[in-house]
C-alpha cells in the first residue's frame, strides 16, 4: 500500500462515490473534473475549455458546458465540421480500483480531469452509467491531451474484450476538424507523435455538393402588384388567381418512419370510457388513453422474449442488455414511467391526458403549458369532467403561490414554464412536493437540453412524467435527446455524448443499424396520429394555402436596397475578418441586425426607425453604462431590438428565455446570467463586475393605437395587399380572419388602420395577462362583430383555439417552418366547421422568398430521416450560408 492514502474525490453520474486509484505503474489517481467556469470572454469559446473537451457532462458544475456538444461529435457548435480520422486499439489501466462494469461491444465516456493532481493529462474511462471503470494509459494521454484540451480532438471509445484485473481493451475513434489545411498538420503531428501511421488514417470523404432546388414552384411571372385601398375591389377569386397555390407540408409526416404505423395504429385497444367523463371520447381517443395507462405502468417483455422495452433486452441468460450502448447487468433497470403524446395539433390531446388522471389512480399532477394556455387546461377540466367528479385545479402563477402542504388539497396544478424555473432558483413549492405525474404541454419547449427550463423539467419529482407536443421534433433528431433525458430513460442514451454516437451522427451518415434502434424507441415511447389518417377520420373541411406575392411600390424598394447593400457590405466586412484569423462577434452582430431591418421593411419602413447601431452610438465609448433614467430607456430599447432578431443567449446558446440587458451592454437570459452572477459576479463577455441590481428587464410592452405614434395616412404594399385579401374575406357572411406576426409593432400598425377603417377586432400578445387574453378568444368566439383577431405568432402558435376564424394571414415568416404550423393548426382542427384559407404574405425578389426556401430545405432535411446537422443554435458555417443565401 503506498505511504498516502487513497482520496474520495470523483462523484460519478449515478450518485456513488468513485475512489481514486493510488498512483502506480500503470494507473494514476486523478483529480475531480474542472467545476469552474472558464474565464474567457467568449463564452462560445469557454465551451472547448479543458473540462469539457473531451465530454461535457464530465463538469456539470461548469456553467458553459454544453451537454448537447458530444464526445467526438462530427460537427462543433463553435467551428468546423469534424471527421473520423483513425482507430487506436489500446487498454484501460488501473482497473482493480474501479467498480464500473463492462462488456464487449459496449460504449465507454471518456472524462478530461486537467485538474489531476497527479496528472494534468488525465483522463478517466466510465461506463454508461456514469460508474468509473479506469484511465487511459499514461504514455497515451500524454499525447493525446494537448490536442483534446486545444479542441482539435474527439475521442470515442469503445470495449473490445472482456474487463480483467488490472486492465480491459478498448478501441478509441479519434476525430478531428474536416477542414483539409487543420486535417493535414494535424495528421503531420499525430504521425509524428506515433499515434497512427500514415496507411492508418482514414481518408475523409468528400462532402456531396447540394443540390439546388427550385423556390416552391414560385413563377415570378404570377407576381402581385401591391394594390393599394383606393383601388377596385377584388374578390376571393381574383386573388387566388393572382397566388400560388401550395402544400407546404407533404402527406409523409417527418415522424412516420419511426413511430407506429397506421395500420398497427388501427387496430390498437381501446380503454374503457372514464366514468367521471363529460365528454364522450372518440374512437382514436379511446386508443390514445389505453396507451397512456399502459405506459404510466411499464413492464418488461417475458423472459427469452425478443422484443425490446426502452432499448433494454432481456438474454437468455436473464442479464439485461441495452440495444443501444450493449451495456450489460444482472440487475433489472428501472423502467420510465411516461412518454410522449405527438398527436397532430387538434387530435384532443388535453383531454385524453384528463381522461388518464380521471382513470389511472389518486395523486397529484403538475402540468407545465406556456402562460397563454393555462386557463385553457382549467375550462377544459371543467367543460369535460362530470360536476360530480370535478377536479380540483389550482393555477400556480403570479401572486397565487401555495406552499407545498397547501398544494396537496389540489388533484391538478397549472404552472407556466418560466414560473417553474423561477420556482427553481427559489427552491419553491412545486419542486417540494412528490408528484404522481407532470405533463408538459408544448413540450418542445425544452428540446434544447441546457436551458433552465428544460434543466428545471428534469428535477421535478415525479413518478410518472409525460410531454405533450405535435411537433417533438424542430429542428432535428438532436431534439428529442431533451425528452429521453427528461422522461428518465435509462441505459445510456440519456447523456447526450451517448445519444450522439448511437443515434444522431449514425442516422446522418445513413447507417440502418441507428434507424433500427431510433424506431425501438420511438415506437415504444412515443405515439403519433395524425389528422389525415383514414381511422382517425376527423372529417375535418379542405383547407387551402396560397403564397401571395407582392411588389414594392418604388420608394420602399430604394429603402430596402439601400440596406441590403449595407447588409452585403457588412457581411463581406465579417468574411474578410474571418479570413484574416481576427474576431468577428460585433461586426456579425451588425449584420444579423440589418437582415432584421431588411425582414421588416417588407411589412412597413417605420419598423426600421430604430436601429440597434444607432441606440447604442451614444454609449459607444462607455464600457460600463451609468443607468440613469435616459441610459436605462435607450438600452431597454435596444433590448427589445435583440428580442426581435431572436438572438441567442451566450450562455446557454438557446433562444433567449426572459431576456435582460445588464449595464455593460450585453443580453442574457435573466435565469443564465443569474447563474453567473452567483457563481463569479461578473459579464461572462467582458469580465465586468456585475451584480442583478445591473440588469434591465424589457420595458413594458404596449397595445392598442393609441399608445403609438404611426403615420396613419401612408400604408405600405404588403399591408394595402393585406386589406385586399381582408375585405374579400370579409364580405363572405361569418367568415373571421386571425393575422399572425413576429412583430408586436407590426401588430399596432394594421392595428390603427383597423380602427380608421371601422373594422372590428381584438388582439393576443405577449404583453397581454391571461385574462386578457381569455377576454380577447371569448370576443372572437361570441362576438359577431369581432371578425378579426391580430395575434403574436410566437404567442398563438401553442395551444390555442381559434376554430372560430376560418381565414389565416401570414404576414412575415417565421424561420422554423414548425412554429408557422401550429399557428395555423389553431384553426385548422377539430372543430373547425368552415374550410380554412391560408395567406402567406411575400415580398417579391427579397430575403422573405429566401426564407421560403430555407424553410421548404428544413421540411426536407426533417422529413429525410432527420439528417439537418444544424439545431436551433446554428453552427457557424451553416449559419453563414444561410445569411448568404438569403442576402443573395
Known amino acids: 500500500m503506498p505511504p498516502y492514502k487513497r482520496r474520495r474525490e470523483v462523484i460519478d453520474l449515478t450518485g456513488d462515490d468513485a475512489v481514486a486509484a493510488p498512483k502506480a505503474k500503470n494507473s494514476r489517481s486523478r483529480a475531480p473534473a474542472s467545476r469552474h467556469i472558464a474565464s474567457s470572454s467568449n463564452p462560445r469559446l469557454a465551451q472547448s475549455s479543458q473540462a469539457a473537451v473531451i465530454d461535457s457532462a464530465a ?271 444482472t440487475a433489472a433497470p428501472g423502467l420510465a414511467k411516461g412518454g410522449i403524446l405527438a398527436d397532430d395539433m387538434g387530435l384532443g390531446k388535453t383531454i385524453q391526458m384528463l381522461s388518464l388522471i380521471l382513470s389511472n389512480g389518486p395523486g397529484q399532477t403538475l402540468i407545465v403549458a406556456p402562460k397563454s394556455v393555462m386557463s385553457n387546461w382549467a375550462q377544459q377540466a371543467l367543460q369535460h369532467v362530470k360536476e360530480s367528479n370535478a377536479l380540483r385545479v389550482h393555477i400556480y402563477h403570479g401572486n397565487d403561490k401555495l406552499k407545498a402542504a397547501e398544494l396537496k388539497a389540489y388533484d391538478i396544478v397549472i404552472t407556466s414554464y418560466q414560473t417553474m424555473v423561477s420556482d427553481k432558483m427559489a427552491e419553491g413549492s412545486l419542486f417540494s412536493t412528490s408528484w404522481k405525474r407532470i405533463i408538459l404541454d408544448e413540450g418542445h419547449v ?80 412515443c405515439l403519433r396520429r395524425t389528422k389525415d389518417m383514414q381511422f382517425v377520420d376527423l372529417k375535418l373541411p379542405k383547407k387551402t394555402e396560397y403564397v401571395h406575392r407582392i411588389t414594392f411600390h418604388a420608394e420602399e424598394k430604394q429603402k430596402y436596397d439601400a440596406l441590403l447593400a449595407e447588409a452585403k457590405g457588412a457581411l463581406h466586412e465579417v468574411r474578410a475578418r474571418a479570413r484574416d484569423g481576427k474576431k468577428s462577434s460585433g461586426s456579425m452582430q451588425n449584420v444579423l441586425e440589418r437582415l432584421l431591418r431588411l425582414r421588416q421593411v417588407c411589412n412597413h419602413w417605420t419598423l426600421c426607425k430604430q436601429r440597434v447601431v444607432d441606440l447604442l452610438q451614444d454609449l459607444e465609448d462607455q464600457d460600463v453604462v451609468d443607468l440613469n433614467a435616459e441610459n436605462r430607456e435607450i438600452l431597454q430599447q435596444a433590448l427589445s431590438l435583440y428580442i426581435e432578431n431572436r438572438e441567442e443567449c451566450p450562455v446557454c446558446l438557446d433562444t433567449l428565455n426572459a431576456p435582460v440587458i445588464t449595464h455593460c451592454k450585453h443580453v442574457f437570459c435573466f435565469g443564465c446570467i443569474r447563474k453567473v452572477i452567483q457563481t463569479q459576479n461578473r459579464c461572462p463577455m467582458c469580465r465586468h463586475t456585475l451584480s442583478e441590481e445591473q440588469l434591465l428587464e424589457p420595458a413594458p410592452e404596449t397595445s392598442g393605437a393609441e399608445d403609438v405614434q404611426l403615420d396613419l395616412e401612408t400604408q405600405s404594399s404588403k399591408t394595402e395587399a393585406m386589406f385586399k385579401i381582408l375585405q374579400a374575406t370579409l364580405r363572405v357572411k361569418g367568415s373571421k380572419v386571425i393575422i399572425f406576426s413576429q412583430w408586436t409593432k407590426f401588430l399596432t400598425i394594421i392595428e390603427n388602420q383597423l380602427m380608421v377603417a371601422g373594422h372590428g377586432y381584438t388582439r393576443i400578445d405577449g404583453s397581454m395577462s391571461p385574462q386578457a387574453r381569455d377576454g380577447a378568444m371569448t370576443a372572437l368566439k361570441e362576438n359577431p362583430e369581432c371578425r378579426i383577431m391580430l395575434a403574436s405568432l410566437a404567442v398563438c402558435s401553442v395551444g390555442l383555439n381559434l376554430v372560430a376564424a376560418d381565414t389565416v394571414i401570414l404576414t412575415d415568416s417565421w424561420w422554423a417552418p414548425a412554429i408557422e404550423d401550429q399557428a395555423v393548426d389553431r384553426v ?60 443573395g
Request: aromatic share 6%; glycine share 8%; net charge neutral.
Open 59 to 329: 463538469a456539470r458544475g461548469s456553467f458553459y458546458d454544453d451537454e448537447t456538444d458530444p464526445i467526438g461529435a462530427t460537427q462543433s457548435d463553435d467551428g468546423p465540421a469534424y471527421q473520423l480520422y483513425g482507430k487506436l486499439d489500446n487498454k484501460i489501466v488501473g482497473c482493480r480500483y474501479y467498480t464500473g462494469l463492462v462488456t464487449a461491444g459496449e460504449i465507454v465516456v471518456l472524462r478530461r480531469e486537467p485538474r489531476n493532481q497527479y496528472d494534468k493529462n488525465a483522463v478517466r474511462v466510465d461506463n454508461v452509467l456514469g460508474t468509473q471503470v479506469g484511465h487511459l494509459p499514461a504514455k497515451l494521454v500524454d499525447k493525446l491531451a494537448a490536442h483534446v484540451d486545444s479542441g482539435d480532438l474527439r475521442i470515442e471509445g469503445t470495449i473490445t474484450g472482456e474487463k480483467g484485473y488490472f486492465d480491459c481493451p478498448v478501441q478509441l475513434a479519434l476525430y478531428g476538424p474536416a477542414d483539409p489545411i487543420a486535417r493535414f498538420h494535424l495528421e503531420e503531428k499525430l504521425k509524428s507523435d506515433k499515434l497512427f501511421k500514415a496507411t492508418q488514417l482514414k481518408q475523409a470523404r468528400p462532402k456531396p455538393e447540394d443540390l439546388p432546388r427550385p423556390p416552391l414552384g414560385l413563377n415570378s411571372s404570377q407576381s402581385l402588384v401591391g394594390l393599394g385601398n383606393n383601388g377596385p375591389e377584388v374578390s376571393l377569386a381574383d386573388l387566388a388567381q393572382t397566388s400560388q397555390a401550395v402544400r407546404f407540408r407533404s402527406s409523409s409526416d417527418n415522424l412516420k418512419a419511426l413511430v407506429i404505423d397506421e395500420t398497427t395504429l388501427s387496430g390498437m385497444p381501446m380503454a374503457y370510457q372514464p366514468s367521471a367523463l363529460k365528454s364522450q371520447l372518440l374512437p382514436h381517443q379511446l386508443q390514445g388513453l389505453a396507451w397512456l395507462q399502459a405506459k404510466e405502468n411499464p413492464e418488461f417483455p417475458q423472459h427469452g422474449s425478443d422484443n425490446v422495452t426502452q432499448l433494454w433486452k432481456r438474454a437468455p441468460n436473464g442479464r439485461y442488455r441495452n440495444v443501444a450502448t450493449n451495456f450489460t447487468g
Open 446 to 525: 425544452i428540446r434544447n437540453a441546457q436551458t433552465q427550463t428544460a434543466l428545471a423539467a428534469c428535477e421535478v419529482k415525479a413518478e410518472a412524467r409525460w410531454v405533450l407536443t405535435g411537433t417533438p421534433i424542430v429542428n432535428n433528431i438532436k431534439d428529442l435527446h431533451s425528452m429521453v433525458k427528461f422522461l428518465g430513460l435509462t441505459g445510456g442514451i440519456e447523456e447526450a455524448g451517448i445519444f450522439h454516437i448511437v443515434i444522431t451522427r449514425p442516422l446522418m451518415q445513413g447507417l440502418s443499424q441507428a434507424e433500427i434502434l431510433i424506431q425501438y424507441l420511438m415506437r415504444d415511447i
Open 828 to 887: 385548422h382542427r377539430l372543430g373547425q366547421t368552415r374550410p380554412t384559407t391560408v395567406w402567406r404574405l411575400v415580398m417579391e425578389g427579397t430575403v422573405e422568398e429566401r426564407v421560403l426556401d430555407i424553410q421548404a430545405e428544413k421540411r426536407e432535411l426533417v422529413d429525410k430521416a432527420f439528417q439537418e446537422k444544424s439545431k436551433g443554435k446554428r453552427t457557424k458555417e451553416t449559419r453563414m450560408a444561410d445569411i448568404m443565401k438569403l442576402l
